[in-house]
């Protein structure tokens, strides 16, 4: 998921030419040998820049007006707090005592490159693996709260990106009634899915914990990409690993909580908001994409979103939604 304040530039990246990246990652005293590989990234910039007789590092590249300095510096000691407990999760390099640089008007962050490929999700032990993984970090997530990040919460996720939608004129206008209603329907469910939860432990997390925000090696998996670290509840960094029908969830969701389980307990409440997670997520997706569509990036990376097609598979998307929070929540054989 993605941050939704609106920024202050929508073209912040105009400028960030490879020579201004190369000046960057110089500036900290490496000596880069003009080799770049732009990585895939849209809110932020990535980039793979050489290094003469050294491995290459990666370097980041932050989007004005999304996180204070504050927040970034709290994602990296959770990142840096994570590796100093052999969680393998991919830190910044501390330098001249901060993990956060200044460039001009660049802010930018510096990691080692590490390799690896997307996990299999489909295998049983990869998916307790990454449970195992999962419990960990949970751990240490519930010793300490964010200061400076956001909590995952309808509002933020469901209320306030489905009005920007409406408010700017995204919606096409023949299409705009049955959006309204559908969405108003579905954080409706969304509130019934809380409240049948009821109160749930809400800790630092991963955020984003899909597939592509991991590399899997023959060690196991690592984390990468904890740029929307938030509080919330502890089933976020979990049902992004599912898919299938509900009992094909409930065998990988089973699976996952194998692992999981070994560190830390699951609170079956949280089964409740699997869906409704997910509700919030297709809402806060098109937000994020209507607020960034000025930046050149987004149209060519989805020229799929600013058409009609998009906007009806959405509905009808959010309307399965609404099916799925109805049927309650799936079913696990709890060992």
């Given at each position: 998921?993605?941050?939704?304040?609106?920024?202050?530039?929508?073209?912040?990246?105009?400028?960030?030419?490879?020579?201004?990246?190369?000046?960057?990652?110089?500036?900290?005293?490496?000596?880069?040998?003009?080799?770049?590989?732009?990585?895939?990234?849209?809110?932020?910039?990535?980039?793979?820049?050489?290094?003469?007789?050294?491995?290459?590092?990666?370097?980041?590249?932050?989007?004005?007006?999304?996180?204070?300095?504050?927040?970034?510096?709290?994602?990296?000691?959770?990142?840096?707090?994570?590796?100093?407990?052999?969680?393998?999760?991919?830190?910044?390099?501390?330098?001249?005592?901060?993990?956060?640089?200044?460039?001009?008007?660049?802010?930018?962050?510096?990691?080692?490159?590490?390799?690896?490929?997307?996990?299999?999700?489909?295998?049983?032990?990869?998916?307790?693996?990454?449970?195992?993984?999962?419990?960990?970090?949970?751990?240490?997530?519930?010793?300490?709260?964010?200061?400076?990040?956001?909590?995952?919460?309808?509002?933020?996720?469901?209320?306030?990106?489905?009005?920007?939608?409406?408010?700017?004129?995204?919606?096409?206008?023949?299409?705009?009634?049955?959006?309204?209603?559908?969405?108003?329907?579905?954080?409706?469910?969304?509130?019934?899915?809380?409240?049948?939860?009821?109160?749930?432990?809400?800790?630092?997390?991963?955020?984003?914990?899909h597939r592509g925000?991991?590399?899997?090696?023959?060690?196991?998996?690592?984390?990468?990409?904890?740029?929307?670290?938030?509080?919330?509840?502890a089933v976020q960094d979990?049902?992004?690993?599912?898919?299938?029908?509900?009992?094909?969830?409930?065998?990988?969701?089973?699976?996952?909580?194998?692992?999981?389980?070994?560190?830390?307990?699951?609170?079956?409440?949280?089964?409740?908001?699997?869906?409704?997670?997910?509700?919030?997520?297709?809402?806060?997706?098109?937000?994020?994409?209507?607020?960034?569509?000025?930046?050149?990036?987004?149209?060519?990376?989805?020229?799929?979103?600013?058409?009609?097609?998009?906007?009806?598979?959405?509905?009808?998307?959010?309307?399965?939604?609404?099916?799925?929070?109805?049927?309650?929540?799936?079913?696990?054989?709890?060992?």
């Open positions: 998921m993605q941050a939704s304040p609106i920024a202050a530039d929508p073209t912040p990246f105009a400028g960030l030419t490879p020579e201004r990246v190369l000046d960057a990652v110089e500036s900290l005293g490496f000596p880069v040998d003009g080799r770049l590989l732009a990585l895939n990234s849209y809110e932020n910039r990535v980039y793979q820049v050489g290094l003469d007789d050294a491995p290459p590092l990666i370097a980041k590249f932050y989007r004005s007006g999304r996180w204070s300095d504050a927040a970034i510096l709290e994602e990296h000691d959770f990142t840096l707090e994570l590796a100093q407990r052999d969680i393998p999760a991919v830190p910044p390099l501390r330098l001249a005592e901060t993990t956060l640089h200044h460039r001009d008007d660049l802010r930018f962050s510096l990691c080692p490159r590490r390799g690896g490929r997307a996990p299999e999700l489909d295998d049983p032990r990869v998916l307790e693996r990454i449970g195992l993984l999962l419990g960990r970090l949970h751990l240490v997530g519930e010793t300490a709260p964010f200061a400076h990040r956001p909590r995952l919460d309808i509002e933020s996720f469901g209320q306030q990106p489905s009005a920007s939608l409406l408010d700017n004129g995204w919606i096409p206008s023949e299409l705009e009634p049955a959006y309204r209603g559908v969405v108003n329907h579905a954080l409706a469910e969304v509130h019934a899915c809380f409240e049948r939860a009821g109160p749930v432990a809400a800790i630092r997390l991963h955020g984003d914990c925000n991991m590399l899997w090696t023959e060690d196991g998996a690592h984390f990468v990409d904890l740029d929307d670290a938030r509080t919330g509840p979990l049902w992004m690993l599912l898919s299938g029908d509900r009992a094909e969830m409930s065998v990988q969701l089973g699976q996952v909580l194998e692992g999981y389980r070994q560190f830390r307990d699951f609170a079956a409440p949280e089964l409740h908001l699997i869906e409704a997670l997910r509700t919030l997520r297709l809402i806060h997706y098109a937000a994020w994409l209507a607020l960034r569509w000025q930046d050149p990036a987004f149209p060519a990376a989805f020229p799929w979103f600013d058409t009609q097609r998009f906007w009806q598979d959405h509905v009808l998307a959010l309307r399965e939604q609404i099916a799925a929070m109805q049927e309650g929540p799936l079913v696990l054989d709890w060992h």
